[in-house]
């Protein structure tokens, strides 16, 4: 078992810098719109020869309600059917992409994201999923990995009734806190009995995993409210948590304008909340997978960290890194092989292409070697807080201290700081150095400084 995390402010306070996430190597700030159509077709052939297996990502932009500070790709509306014009869209981009793959690759991991999936009604989820069944191997013996996000307040005990037998397993719900002050700041009023009616349905009716999302740093959130709400949240015994960091960009992204940026926590308080919910979730047995996880240790994600097989993929950790990723929907990105693309941000450019009967495709990226080696370095070091660098070695035919000779005082700074030990044939992240993984994953980013860093959130 991985040693248990350690808190060390200094250490926080000296590398809690701003960085990718790293869902992919090389990051989508890198996507460029030289990747199209072709490059998407000639990857789903590789990938149909290959007969390698799928995750499928779906996309469903559409919300009732805005959150203040949501930084998704959505469209709010009252208005249910707009929904129709792009399920029509959509449904030609599922033949469309099919088409190129075999019937014999089964899709082990299925995953419907927004925006919220629920706005759909009973009907269109029927009709997308029959339209899934008919186009992809969908497995009908409920092994596989197949999720939605749910918002409970546009969920009841049908509607999940519903997602079961239509085969979704595993359901990701949007929490965030339950302090009613703090919600009406952010615009998000969702009482703990909403949050509790769903997670009943879904043990009753047998889903195999729950994950309840929470965000740290929102307007009018203190150590003591948000300590409260992780208290109540473990009371509920979620599978999984995910708790994120609050990153106010209000120049970025519009509906974040509305928040009172003097109701923020300060950055100490932050890191107190950080803290105790750690301190709360390690105490009621949850285990730390890496960059704001959670799972308790029976779960797969652990169970995954443990045998050295988990992965990370723009789902998040993942126990089917092997498959390649379908993304369907406005935004979507796939990741096919060495190829990743994206389709258009905008809705109405996404629904007027395929409208012609094209995919969507408007950027992307094509690993090349250089590409493939850091990426492998950099997987494993935020999946398993650790490398040998003779496996690397092998797997790309380098020396692993020549290559990157240049990029050694800085990991000898880090260990001399108490983030990593470094040895001539390994880097291990230390406890108090897990919180921090992105800060190592950095120094082996060679895009970082081309790009800078405003493009992204601070690690912690």
Request: negative net charge.
């Amino acid at each position: 078992m991985l040693d248990a995390i350690r808190w060390d402010t200094n250490l926080i306070r000296r590398y809690d810098l701003a960085g990718p996430r790293y869902t992919s190597y090389p990051t989508a700030v890198q996507f460029n719109s030289q990747i199209g159509t072709f490059d998407l077709f000639h990857a789903l052939r590789d990938s149909r020869k290959a007969l390698r297996p799928l995750s499928l990502y779906v996309h469903v932009p559409f919300c009732a309600n805005i959150c203040y500070y949501c930084a998704c790709n959505k469209v709010i509306t009252k208005d249910r059917g707009r929904a129709l014009p792009y399920l029509q869209r959509l449904e030609q981009e599922i033949a469309l992409i099919a088409c190129h793959l075999d019937p014999a690759q089964k899709v082990e991991q299925l995953h419907f994201g927004g925006g919220t999936p629920t706005f759909l009604s009973h009907d269109e989820l029927r009709q997308l999923m029959a339209h899934l069944r008919k186009h992809f191997n969908l497995l009908d013996d409920d092994s596989g990995d197949y999720g939605i996000e749910i918002d409970p307040r546009e969920a009841d005990w049908s509607t999940m009734g519903l997602l079961r037998e239509l085969g979704f397993n595993r359901v990701s719900i949007g929490l965030q806190d339950l302090d009613p002050a703090v919600q009406r700041a952010v615009n998000r009023l969702q009482s703990l009995e909403e949050t509790r009616a769903v997670i009943d349905a879904a043990r009753t009716l047998q889903f195999r995993s729950i994950n309840i999302d929470l965000i740290y740093g929102l307007p009018k959130q203190t150590p003591e409210n948000f300590a409260r709400t992780v208290e109540e949240v473990i009371s509920l015994q979620p599978d999984r948590l995910s708790v994120f960091n609050y990153a106010h960009l209000p120049e970025r992204f519009m509906p974040q304008r509305r928040i009172n940026s003097d109701e923020l926590p300060t950055p100490a308080q932050k890191l107190e909340m950080l803290q105790r919910t750690i301190e709360q979730l390690t105490a009621a047995g949850y285990r730390y997978i890496g960059m704001d996880h959670f799972a308790l240790p029976d779960d797969e994600l652990a169970i995954a960290q443990e045998e050295s097989t988990l992965q990370r993929n723009f789902q998040g950790y993942t126990t089917h890194g092997h498959c390649d990723l379908i993304g369907l929907g406005v935004s979507a990105i796939s990741q096919i092989g060495d190829l990743y693309c994206q389709n258009s941000s905008d809705l109405n450019h996404y629904q007027n292409t395929l409208a012609t009967a094209q995919l969507a495709t408007s950027r992307g990226l094509l690993c090349n070697a250089e590409d493939r080696l850091r990426r492998a370095v950099i997987q494993q070091l935020i999946c398993h807080f650790s490398l040998e660098f003779d496996e690397i070695e092998r797997a790309f035919n380098i020396d692993f201290q020549g290559y990157f000779g240049e990029l050694w005082p800085q990991l000898q700074a880090m260990a001399e700081d108490g983030l990593i030990e470094l040895d001539s044939d390994r880097i291990n992240v230390l406890p108090a150095g897990r919180l921090l993984v992105r800060s190592v994953c950095m120094v082996f980013d060679a895009y970082l400084e081309q790009h800078g860093r405003q493009r992204f959130s601070r690690v912690i």
